[in-house]
Nanobody, 124 residues
Framework: QVQLVESGGGLVQAGGSLRLSCVLP????????MGWIRQSPGKEREFVAV????????DYADSVKGRLTISRDNAKNSVYLQMNSLKPDDTAVYYC?????????????????WGQGTQVTVAS
């Protein structure tokens, strides 16, 4: 059973920054594309960002392009989300997700497995 552990959420003022981390204990992260989705109260979960197994290809939701940056460290079985210029609309529970892919540069926007989430609150 794949388990994911997120950390790094919290309360921040608009315009501030946070860095989310996600680790895949006991698994080879290099086997999966890794990414983030988020869910705000009353809304459906939405895709945020993904990074390929190789780390060479990324994809972002239009709403976060230029402000959020995804990265990974396969040696640490981890993926990160650097969040800058945060807005109140970014307030959500952020979930780390993984998806197996055929090719190392493939990216996806849906993840069959995700963690328990970490809360990000951006105050105006």
């Amino acid at each position: 059973q794949v388990q994911l552990v997120e950390s790094g959420g919290g309360l921040v003022q608009a315009g501030g920054s946070l860095r989310l981390s996600c680790v895949l204990p006991g698994r080879a992260a290099s086997s999966y594309a890794m990414g983030w989705i988020r869910q705000s109260p009353g809304k459906e979960r939405e895709f945020v960002a993904v990074i390929s197994r190789s780390g060479l290809v990324t994809d972002y939701a239009d709403s976060v392009k230029g402000r959020l940056t995804i990265s990974r460290d396969n040696a640490k079985n981890s993926v990160y989300l650097q969040m800058n210029s945060l807005k109140p609309d970014d307030t959500a529970v952020y979930y780390c997700g993984v998806a197996p892919t055929m090719y190392s540069d493939d990216v996806v926007r849906e993840f069959p497995v995700w963690g328990q989430g970490t809360q990000v609150t951006v105050a105006s």
